[in-house]
């Protein structure tokens, strides 16, 4: 079954506590992203990355870091979380860009920063 | 930059009945795809449509349609015989050819409660 998964799920942790949460497709897709979803403001893209190796800063990247070392994975990284960044992250992924080709999201991490 | 405005935070509609939810979006592109996104309660990103905006004829996917009006920057979704199944939050989207990123610009959102 082609699907995006991320793990955890659900993830309540402290400031400044290093948090990494993953993101897998296999879809084969070369783009990938990672967007967060805040009350009265939509999905915002934070990263995304055309392919292994290659990772761009989206609109909201402050306090984020990403990597792409294999195809597959995707994993967002906060090296020292603050409760600004509670919020529901997606991965997303999709193969090159094109009306026809669908992005898809993973089931989303609820992510809360005491 | 593009922005999509949702400008109906929340809508009602009474089952089997008809309901039409607003997008507008603003941009200096002639050539984008725009998109709407169905999240119901289990937070599941679900594509319901898409448009292409070079194409004139308005975009169908069985009980959803929409009204795309490329001069007015107008991207409306008509929900028809709705179901209680309906019931979700539901966002507008537009994403640029020229994005190297493949990103989606969201509107806020639009919650729709299906009334039994």
């Known amino acids: 079954e082609a699907q995006v998964t991320q793990n955890p799920r659900y993830l309540i942790t402290v400031t400044g506590k290093k948090l990494t949460v993953t993101c897998s497709q296999n879809?084969?897709?070369?783009?990938m992203s990672w967007y967060r979803q805040d009350p009265g403001l939509g999905l915002r893209q934070i990263y995304y990355s055309m392919n292994v190796e290659v990772t761009d800063k989206g609109d909201v990247p402050e306090g984020y870091k990403v990597s792409r070392k294999e195809k597959r994975n995707f994993p967002l990284i906060l090296e020292s979380p603050s409760p600004n960044q509670t919020s529901l992250y997606f991965c997303?992924?999709?193969?090159?860009?094109?009306?026809?080709?669908?992005?898809?999201f993973g089931p989303g991490t609820r992510l809360t920063v005491t | 930059a593009q922005t999509v405005t949702q400008s109906q935070p929340e809508m009602s509609v009474q089952e089997a009945e008809t309901v039409t939810l607003s997008c507008t979006y603003d941009?200096?592109?002639?050539?984008?795809?725009l998109f709407w996104y169905k999240q119901p309660p289990s937070r599941q990103m679900i594509l319901v449509i898409r448009q292409e905006a070079y194409k004139q004829q308005n975009a169908t996917e069985n009980r959803f349609s929409v009204n795309f009006q490329k001069a007015a920057k107008s991207f409306s979704l008509k929900i028809s015989d709705s179901q209680l199944g309906d019931a979700a939050m539901y966002f507008c989207?537009?994403?640029?050819?020229?994005?190297?990123?493949?990103?989606?610009?969201f509107g806020a959102g639009t919650i729709l409660r299906v009334k039994s």
């Open positions: 989207a537009y994403r640029s050819p020229m994005e190297y990123g493949n990103k989606l610009v």
């Open positions: 941009t200096s592109e002639s050539d984008y795809y």
């Open positions: 879809m084969n897709h070369e783009y």
């Open positions: 997303a992924s999709s193969r090159r860009p094109s009306a026809n080709y669908e992005q898809y």
